[in-house]
């Protein structure tokens, strides 16, 4: 997590991460575990989002679940009132077809930010852990989403990254960078091979939710062995799941 990011600002969010990723209620000891705490620093961030009621509290099992007040915060963002809970389930539903690791990302200025992950249970896996953002010109979300921009909106976007980037592996070659995102308009969607992280790659597609929605996109991640011979049935899982969408 950044350094920026107030400790237990950090910690709190990740408790709701967690739980959305589990699924389930769970207790104290498992939530600690999870964000890597000790239990009483837990309980403390716990009680607090309880008392703010961010989470539910059940007495008999002693566990905690994310609240209604959570599920209704940002519906709006994604375009229409079922827009989350639509995106949520096709993400849930390509996760179960694939077993790969599948987020939802948005574009974040001049970067692409994971704000929803599900992990794949593999043993080789990829991690990507929801609020990291990577250079949108280093990713496969972030090629999909620059495909649907003019050139002249790409051009700003890479001199501007460019001008404030430090790391060189994180600059951006305008002619590799368009060789990409033509690709991507041409096939309607961009499969990544070692882009930010070796041995590694996302496949993904532009997720439309309207005028009103801001620049998104669906991708499936994995190490890079796993798309050879999969490539088109995780392809046809990513698009059968977006046309469900907003149904």
Do not use: C
């Not at 207790?27 to 964000?35: D, K, L, N, P, T």
């Not at 209604?68 to 639509?86: E, F, H, K, S, Y």
């Not at 991690?127 to 090629?143: D, E, K, L, Y």
């Amino acid at each position: 997590m950044a350094g920026s990011v107030v400790k237990s600002a950090g910690r709190a969010m990740r408790i709701l991460e967690i739980l959305d990723a589990a699924g389930k209620d769970l207790r104290v000891s498992e939530i600690a575990a999870a964000v890597g705490i000790p239990q009483s620093s837990a309980s403390l961030l716990i009680k607090s989002l309880r008392t703010l009621g961010f989470l539910d509290f059940d007495p008999d099992s002693r566990t905690y679940r994310p609240s209604v007040r959570v599920a209704m915060l940002g519906t709006w963002v994604l375009g229409n009132p079922t827009g989350t809970a639509d995106v949520l389930n096709a993400m849930r539903r390509v996760h179960e077809e694939t077993g790969q690791t599948v987020a939802l990302v948005v574009q974040q200025g001049l970067r692409a930010q994971y704000v929803n992950v599900i992990e794949s249970t593999e043993i080789l896996r990829m991690i990507i852990n929801p609020g990291v953002s990577r250079p949108i010109h280093m990713t496969a979300t972030g090629i999909v989403m620059l495909a649907r921009k003019s050139d002249d909106e790409i051009k700003r976007i890479l001199n501007h990254a460019n001008a404030i980037n430090t790391d060189p592996r994180h600059k951006a070659v305008g002619r590799d960078v368009f060789e990409k995102v033509n690709q991507a308009r041409k096939d309607g969607f961009f499969l990544s091979d070692g882009i930010y992280t070796p041995n590694a790659g996302m496949l993904a597609v532009y997720l439309d939710l309207g005028a009103n929605s801001r620049p998104m996109a669906l991708g499936i991640g994995g190490l890079s062995d796993i798309f050879k011979g999969n490539e088109q049935s995780f392809l046809k899982s990513l698009t059968s799941a977006l046309d469900e969408i907003g149904k």
